[in-house]
Every structure is written in C-alpha cells, then in structure tokens.
C-alpha cells in the first residue's frame, strides 16, 4: 500500500541534543512538507520541498532544519537551538504543485524533550 | 495573508444529531478548500475538498459548499455517530509560490451515545 511512514511514533530526548525524524513516501509525491501540531493552535509549516535537492523555510523554521536528498525522504532535524521542542510532528506529501491537490499526511510522531 | 477561521471548540453532541462546524476564509486568488479529519493520536485524513465556487464536496455522509460570495466552507452532517469523535480541520491552499496549506486551529467534537 502506498503511503507516508514516519519513525518513531514516540521520542523521548533530553534538552540540548539534537534529534531527527524520520518521514519516507512512496506515492512518487514531488513535493513534502513538515508541520508542527501544538495544542489549541492547529498545524503550523515547518518546511517545504517541492523538488529534491531544495526546500524552502516554512512559518516556523528557527532551530529546525532538513535534507531532501532522495524524492521518497525529508527527514527533521529538531536542533538544540529550538526553544520549545516538545510537539507532535506531522509529515505530509502532495502530488504536485497545484493548489487543487490534497495533502497526504503521516500518522506523526510525539517528541517530548525534558 | 490566507487566513481561516473556525468555529471555536469543544462541540459536543448526542449520536444522530445534527453538526454544523463553521468555517470562514481570507485568501488570494482562488482557493482550494478542505477538511481534514484527525483521530486521537493520528494523522490527518482528508475528509472531503472543493476546488471552485458553488462545489460541494462529500464524503462518509459530510458535506461542504464552496461558497465564494461568503467566504464560506462550512461543514455539515445529519446524523453524526460516536465515531465522528475527532477533530476537524478546515484548510485552504491558493496556490501562489508555494502551495501550502493555510489551516484554522481545529474544532474538537465528541459525539456521545
């Protein structure tokens, strides 16, 4: 089946290391995207990749980053440097760039750094 | 900027009643409007979409209308069941350099026996 895998669904970190999530597609999506999910705010972008070997800062890039390397990847690394990493963490993917076509997003992962 | 703006949560309703979930839209251009659906402790599903005026998207007994002249998306089913429980997301995408999706902050609604 195709479909968005992310790994782990839960993860545990202590403050100041950085740690990466996982986010593999394969729907032969061109464009991922990454968005943060905090209680009562709804979802909030992260970053975007239309293609491989670019992306581009979404609304909440500061102490993030990312690699596009392969079409099916977009790993997150969450950095030391953000202030308040604890979230829930969705990966999505979309078909192509048109504004007609839904997203497909990942089941997520928790992160919860103490 | 794109903006959407929905009814404030919790809804909380008996099995069979009616649900209205509003949802209301600033935007660019012409958008695509959907709603996403997330259970506790999951992802977004799409639920349904509508990509121009006067569309009406429908899916597992819920349906919105595009409503241009009100800037409207709002979100109905006539009988809702336990397994509604979730939240709700509206969500626009109006193209433009990057195409992402603009989001309201969810409604939360519980559906009791």
């Known amino acids: 089946d195709g479909g968005i895998t992310q790994s782990p669904k839960y993860l545990f970190r202590k403050e100041g290391q950085n740690v990466t999530l996982s986010c593999e597609q394969n729907?032969?999506?061109?464009?991922m995207y990454w968005y943060r999910q905090d209680p009562g705010q709804g979802l909030r972008l992260i970053y975007y990749?239309?293609?491989?070997?670019?992306?581009q800062k979404g609304d909440i890039a500061e102490g993030y980053s990312v690699s596009r390397e392969k079409k099916e990847s977009f790993p997150l690394t969450v950095t030391s440097a953000q202030k308040n990493p604890t979230a829930f963490y969705l990966c999505?993917?979309?078909?192509?760039?048109?504004?007609?076509?839904?997203?497909?997003f990942g089941p997520g992962t928790r992160l919860t750094v103490t | 900027g794109n903006s959407v703006t929905q009814m404030e949560g919790p809804v909380t309703l008996s099995e069979e009643a009616f649900l209205t979930i509003n949802c209301t839209y600033t935007?660019?251009?012409?958008?695509?409007l959907f709603w996403y659906v997330q259970y506790p402790g999951e992802g977004l599903q799409l639920l349904l979409k509508?990509?121009?005026?006067?569309d009406k998207g429908s899916n597992k007994g819920f349906e919105a209308t595009y409503r241009k002249e009100t800037t409207s998306f709002h979100l109905e089913k006539g009988s809702v069941q336990v397994s509604d429980s979730a939240v709700y997301f509206c969500?626009?995408?109006?193209?433009?350099?990057?195409?992402?999706?603009?989001f309201g902050k969810g409604t939360l609604l519980t559906v009791n026996p």
């Open positions: 729907l032969n999506h061109d464009a």
């Open positions: 990749s239309q293609i491989v070997n670019d992306f």
């Open positions: 509508a990509t121009k005026a006067d």
């Open positions: 999505a993917s979309s078909i192509t760039r048109d504004r007609a076509y839904e997203q497909y």
């Open positions: 935007a660019t251009g012409y958008p695509s």
């Open positions: 969500a626009l995408n109006s193209g433009g350099s990057n195409y992402k999706l603009t």
